[in-house]
């Protein structure tokens, strides 16, 4: 199953859950991470945090979420977006492409601190691998997608 996380910059919080969802489920998904404005680099905190975690960091790179939209791009199998930008400017996906709006405050602007986003989801990642997405329709998928973008 792919995994798309969506945010503005894709230099923080959609960053941080790639990582973070290919750290705790690593033959059940593979998460990706992109945005319509990528940023340069991950900045060097985000880094240094992820490392502190034992996570894989030499694959991390913001990328434009177009690198997703073509004919040879990687399949799709649900979209989640972090910030208000992706979630509602984000490219058309298959119509039957579940998608989650979990709205992260960003850490690279002071709304919080960026241990406490990423403890926000981490927490919502362990309830997201605690679902069969799987083998849910559209409709149970958005539905849980939605309650855990609550936690």
Not at 2 to 8: D, F, G, P, S, T
Not at 25 to 34: E, H, L, N, V, W
Not at 46 to 75: C, H, I, M, N, R
Not at 95 to 115: F, K, S
């Amino acid at each position: 199953m792919n995994i798309l996380v969506l945010c503005a910059g894709n230099d923080a919080r959609s960053i941080l859950l790639e990582s973070i969802l290919n750290d705790l489920s690593p033959q059940r998904m593979t998460a990706y991470s992109a945005g319509p404005a990528p940023a340069e680099s991950v900045p060097p905190a985000v880094l240094s945090l992820l490392e502190a975690q034992d996570q894989a960091t030499a694959d991390l790179a913001p990328k434009s979420w177009d690198a997703f939209t073509g004919v040879d791009a990687v399949p799709v199998d649900m979209v989640i977006s972090l910030c208000d930008l992706s979630a509602y400017k984000a490219p058309k996906w298959p119509a039957d492409t579940p998608r989650g709006v979990w709205l992260t405050p960003d850490p690279m602007t002071e709304e919080a601190p960026l241990e406490q986003v990423y403890e926000t989801l981490q927490r919502r990642a362990k309830a997201f691998l605690k679902h069969s997405f799987e083998i849910m329709d559209e409709g149970e998928a958005n539905a849980a997608l939605k309650r855990i973008g609550k936690l």
